[in-house]
């Protein structure tokens, strides 16, 4: 993650935890996109199957991409 003041972290990273999403968290997730909070459009799933962050299918349910 970049360290720009734009995105509310300041320049010095110090604020800044980076980890894999835990399933609770990803519970979080989808519990508040569905809420007034969220966004109301449908999660997209991560059809790769290696750990890889910050990317999705081309569609709602791909399996192979």
């Given amino acids: 993650m970049e360290t720009n003041s734009i995105f509310g972290w300041g320049t010095s990273g ?6 894999m999403m835990k399933n609770g ?3 979080a997730v989808a519990y508040l996109s ?3 909070y969220g966004n109301p459009n ?3 799933n991560i059809s790769n199957k290696t750990y890889k962050t910050g990317c999705a299918g081309s569609s709602v349910n791909a399996s192979n991409e």
């Fill in 14 to 19: 110090a604020g800044i935890d980076t980890h």
């Fill in 25 to 27: 968290e990803w519970g």
């Fill in 34 to 36: 569905k809420s007034q």
């Fill in 42 to 44: 449908e999660i997209w």
